[in-house]
């Protein structure tokens, strides 16, 4: 075997619908992976199918013990060790690394699912040349994580990157008017604009349907009306949001992850129309979508851990 133990890692990314776990080695090649469905709202039941899935993943692998991190929606409150800030809500206000390191018996490093798509983009994904690295989740939640050469940002108070939960920038009068509430319980945040759900609720308030995103980006694609007024909206939405990162951060790349991320149209779009917000006459920041796809969370998870000295038998 050319790989030791001491350079296997496991991830896991906790996500609303799916908990993906993987082990990855020390050429980050992956050696299992397995897919669970997530027990919606029920944090009971969501640590024990964590650590049954860890289980799985190590006795395929025929390996115990391994160095474990996990994505999760939110942030670890330092003093409490409690999570706070999750878009799935069973989570807030539970002591998740403790309960995980009561059920797998060892420390559990625990990042923003944001923080761990950006590191693993910035690692061997698609911001690899990037010394600064923003990495942005467009799905059913919306968050934000900062990399910067090669290590996650974290900050004072552990919010560092923390795109969903501030305002729209640049509002328009009707959007001014009526904000969307958020369930953090403010309006007009990022989340509330920008995430699938935000997507189809926008689609309502127009008269349409009430349709999944990428139906309605189906539709658009099709020439209805009412279907490309939502989505141009939406990309509208997007640039602003990003040319406020640019503005605070100018980072050497942003990261695309998420089922949102597969809307060709950002790639196309938010770059011609960001530029009318930067406070610069021209800028070039790449915007890219995320070369691991789904998987990239599950693998910034893996690389919380560095990786330890290979085993080598001197005797
Ligand atoms: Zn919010």
């Not at 289980?55 to 942030?75: H, N, T």
């Not at 923390?162 to 640049?170: A, F, K, M, R, T």
Request: aromatic residues 4%; charged residues 20%; contains cysteine.
């Amino acid at each position: 075997m050319s790989t030791s133990q001491g350079a296997l890692r496991l991830g896991i990314d906790l996500g609303g619908t799916k908990i993906a776990g993987i082990i990855l080695d020390g050429e980050d090649a992956v050696r299992v992976e397995r897919r669970v469905d997530t027990p919606r709202g029920d944090y009971r039941a969501t640590v024990a199918a964590i650590a049954a899935l860890v289980d799985a993943l190590e006795q395929e692998a025929g390996v115990r013990g391994l160095p474990l991190g996990l994505g999760s929606p939110g942030s670890v409150v330092a003093d409490t060790g409690r999570i706070r800030n999750a878009n799935s809500q069973c989570l807030n206000g539970q002591p998740l690394p403790a309960d995980l390191k009561t059920a797998l018996g060892r420390e559990v490093r625990i990042a923003n699912d944001a923080n761990c798509l950006a590191l693993s983009e910035a690692h061997d994904g698609a911001a690899a040349d990037a010394g600064c690295v923003f990495g942005i989740i467009l799905g059913t939640g919306v968050g934000g994580g900062v990399v910067v050469d090669g290590q996650v940002l974290t900050g004072r108070n552990r919010l560092a990157g923390e795109w969903g939960h501030i305002s729209l920038p640049w509002p328009t009068s009707a959007e001014f008017r009526q904000p969307p509430r958020c369930w953090c319980g403010l309006a007009s945040c990022l989340e509330a604009w920008l995430s699938g759900p935000a997507m189809s609720a926008d689609h309502v308030r127009r008269g349409g349907h009430e349709l999944a995103a990428h139906d309605i980006v189906a539709r658009a694609e099709d020439g209805e009306r009412l279907a490309g007024a939502t989505l141009r909206a939406w990309l509208q939405r997007v640039a602003r949001a990003l040319a406020m990162v640019v503005n605070l951060l100018d980072p050497d790349a942003i990261v695309v992850g998420g089922g949102l991320s597969q809307i060709r149209w950002l790639y196309s779009e938010v770059p011609k129309i960001w530029a009318e917000h930067v406070f610069a006459s021209a800028i070039d920041t790449p915007l890219r979508a995320a070369l691991h796809g789904d998987a990239s969370g599950v693998r910034g998870a893996a690389r919380l851990w560095p990786i330890s000295a290979p085993e080598i038998d001197t005797r």
